[in-house]
C-alpha cells in the first residue's frame, strides 16, 4: 500500500512538470510571433531617432566595417549597426558642464580683422641719401672768401658760402660792353654772340643780367646754399685755385632721415615697403616720429642673420641727428580682414598645430590649423577655422589628450600605409581542441578578457609552421592568438597543458565561422 501511494505521487509530479514545460514552450512560441522580423537592413538608431547606420561591424572585432548588415565572419551572431555622432565617431569628446567648471574651461570666438605686423626693430639714424645736394665750381678761379669754414656746419638756403674770383670772366664780360657800345651796322649779332660766349665760361642768366644793367665788369661771384642742410664734405679752403667742375661743398638735408632697421630673417616677410611706422629715439623722450618704409635692402647679415629695413621720416625741426639710436614699431597697412584665434588657444606640436574646437552639443574635437603670423595675442588662421566658432583657451591639453583617445578605435579601422609594420597586441587563451582540419582548428575556450569575450567554441587560423606534434583532437592547450589585417585570429603559439576537467567545458556555446557577408569592407 505504502509503494503504491509512492507511485501515485511520482505519477503526479511529471504530469504537473510535462504540463508546466508544455505551457513554457506555448509561450516561447507566441512571444517569437509578435516580434517582427528584422534583418538588420531596416534598424532604426536607438531612441527611434531615425538615424541611418553610417556602417556595420562585430562588436568583438570592432576594426573590421561592414557596408550591408549580416551575419559576423567571426562570431555567430548578427552585426551591430553603428550611427553618426556617438561619442567618438568622429574623435570628439563630450564633458559635463560640472566637470567643466572643475578643469576651468574658458572659450573665446574666432573672429575676423586686421592682424598688425606687430614687428619691433632697432636702428640708427643716417643721412636721407635722395635729399642731397653738391655745389661744384663753374669756372677756373680763386677762392677770395669762405663764408663756412668747418664740416656739419649748419646752413639755409641761400645762405652764402664763398666768394670766387673768375679771370675769365673779365675778357667775355669786356667782349659783351664793347659789342653794345658800338655804333651803326648789324651790331645785335656781335651782341648775341658775346652773350653766348658769357654763358660758355660758366656765368648764369642773373650774372648776365647785372652786367647788362650796371654796364660794368663783374669778375667775381658769390656762391649761395640750394637747400637747407649741414656741410657734409667740405672741399674749398680759402685762397685756393679751383677748376671748372671741382667739387666744393656737398650738402645734406635734414627735412627727412633715414633709419637703417635691422628685422630678423624669420619676420622679414611680415614687413613690405609701404607699410607706416613709428620711431621713438631715448635722446628725445616722448616724441614719436612718423615714417614708412621706403625699401629693404636685398642683403642679409650673416653674422646676426638680419635684413635691412631702410625707413623714412619726417625730421620737424632736424631733432633727429644722424648716429642716434631709434626703436621702430612696424605696422602693416595691407588692410586685409583674417580669421584670428588668441594665441593661448593654440596647441603647438612642433609638427602641426591644434586647436581644441567647442561645439554647441557640448562636444569637444581637436582640429588641426594651419597658422600665419602673430600680433598682439592673436594668430591668423589660414585653414581649419572660421569666424564665430568657439575654441578653449583653457583646458584644452586634457581635452585633446581624452579625444585623441576616443578616436583610437577610428584610427585603428584605417588602413595601414604601405611598408609599416605595427605592433599587433597577442591574446592568451585556454581550452579544448574539438575539430583540426587543414587551415583551422575549433577550439572551445573560455573567456579571454583582453579581447572581453566570454566562452564559446569557434574556429582560428592554423599557424604557417602548423600545429605542433603533441597537439592532437580532443587536447586540452594553451593559445596565444592575433588579429590579422582581415580581421580573422590566428594562433600564434599552441602547446597542451595538463590533462584536467575545464570549468569552461559546460555551457560554453557552440559558435562556427559562417560565411561573411555580402558588402563587407576588405
Same mark, same amino acid.
Given at each position: ?68 548588415? %549580416? ?13 553618426? %555622432? ?94 653794345? @657800345? ?67 661743398? @656737398? ?155 576616443? %578616436? ?115
Amino acid at each position: 500500500m505504502k509503494n503504491k501511494r509512492k507511485i501515485l505521487v511520482l505519477l503526479i509530479a511529471i504530469a504537473v512538470a510535462t504540463g508546466g514545460y508544455a505551457a513554457y514552450r506555448f509561450g516561447v512560441q507566441q512571444g517569437m510571433k509578435a516580434i517582427p522580423a528584422n534583418d538588420g537592413a531596416t534598424a532604426a538608431a536607438p531612441g527611434g531617432t531615425g538615424k541611418k547606420p553610417l556602417y556595420w561591424h562585430d562588436p568583438m572585432v570592432p576594426g573590421q566595417k561592414f557596408d550591408k548588415p %549580416g551575419k559576423s565572419p567571426f562570431m555567430d551572431m548578427q552585426l551591430v549597426p553603428v550611427y553618426g %555622432g556617438t561619442d567618438g565617431d568622429d574623435g570628439s569628446v563630450t564633458i559635463s558642464p560640472r566637470v567643466q567648471q572643475n578643469l576651468g574651461v574658458r572659450t573665446a570666438i574666432v573672429t575676423t580683422g586686421k592682424l598688425s605686423s606687430g614687428v619691433v626693430a632697432v636702428g640708427s639714424v643716417a643721412y636721407n641719401e635722395r635729399d642731397v645736394a653738391l655745389v661744384q665750381a663753374r669756372s677756373n678761379g680763386f677762392i677770395e672768401r669762405l663764408y663756412v669754414r668747418a664740416q656739419l656746419d649748419p646752413v639755409k638756403q641761400g645762405q652764402p658760402l664763398a666768394e670766387l674770383y673768375v679771370p675769365d670772366w673779365i675778357a667775355a664780360q669786356e667782349e659783351y660792353l664793347a659789342a653794345r @657800345r658800338m655804333q651803326g651796322g648789324d651790331t645785335a649779332s656781335l651782341v648775341d654772340g658775346a652773350r653766348q660766349r658769357m654763358r660758355l665760361a660758366g656765368m648764369t642768366d642773373a650774372q648776365i643780367r647785372l652786367v647788362e644793367s650796371s654796364g660794368k665788369v663783374h669778375p667775381r661771384t658769390t656762391i649761395s646754399a640750394p637747400v637747407s642742410g649741414v656741410i657734409a664734405e667740405l672741399g674749398a679752403r680759402e685762397g685756393m685755385t679751383v677748376v671748372s667742375g671741382a667739387q666744393l661743398f @656737398r650738402i645734406n638735408g635734414l627735412s627727412t632721415v633715414w633709419v637703417n632697421a635691422d628685422v630678423p630673417e624669420s619676420l622679414a616677410a611680415q614687413v613690405r615697403p609701404g607699410d607706416t611706422v613709428e620711431a621713438r629715439a631715448p635722446a628725445l623722450p616722448g616724441s614719436i616720429f612718423k615714417g614708412k618704409v621706403g625699401a629693404i635692402l636685398p642683403e642679409v647679415s650673416t653674422a646676426t642673420r638680419t635684413l635691412k629695413a631702410r625707413i623714412e621720416l619726417t625730421n620737424p625741426g632736424g631733432q633727429l641727428i644722424p648716429g642716434m639710436f631709434a626703436t621702430i614699431t612696424f605696422a602693416s597697412n595691407r588692410g586685409v580682414d583674417v580669421s584670428l584665434v588668441p594665441s593661448e588657444a593654440v596647441i603647438q606640436t612642433g609638427t602641426r598645430s591644434v586647436v581644441v574646437l567647442a561645439k554647441e552639443d557640448g562636444k569637444f574635437q581637436s582640429v588641426d590649423v594651419e597658422l600665419g603670423g602673430e600680433s598682439s595675442g592673436f594668430y591668423e588662421v589660414r585653414k581649419g577655422l572660421t569666424a564665430g566658432q568657439k575654441v578653449v583657451l583653457s583646458g584644452q591639453f586634457l581635452l585633446d589628450s581624452e579625444a585623441s583617445l576616443k %578616436g583610437t578605435t577610428t584610427r585603428m579601422g584605417d588602413a595601414q600605409p604601405p611598408g609599416s609594420n605595427p605592433e599587433v597586441p597577442l591574446h592568451h587563451g585556454e581550452g579544448k581542441v574539438e575539430r583540426i582540419d587543414k587551415d583551422e582548428v575549433t577550439i572551445s575556450h573560455g573567456p579571454i578578457a583582453t579581447l572581453q569575450w566570454g566562452a564559446m567554441t569557434m574556429g582560428f587560423k592554423v599557424p604557417a609552421a602548423g600545429l605542433p606534434r603533441n597537439v592532437g583532437l580532443g587536447d586540452r592547450v594553451a593559445f596565444d592568438i592575433k588579429s590579422r589585417q582581415d580581421g580573422v585570429f590566428e594562433i600564434v603559439a599552441i602547446s597542451p597543458i595538463a590533462d584536467a576537467p575545464a570549468a569552461n567545458d559546460k555551457g560554453m556555446g557552440s559558435m562556427t565561422k559562417p560565411k561573411a557577408p555580402e558588402g563587407a569592407k576588405k
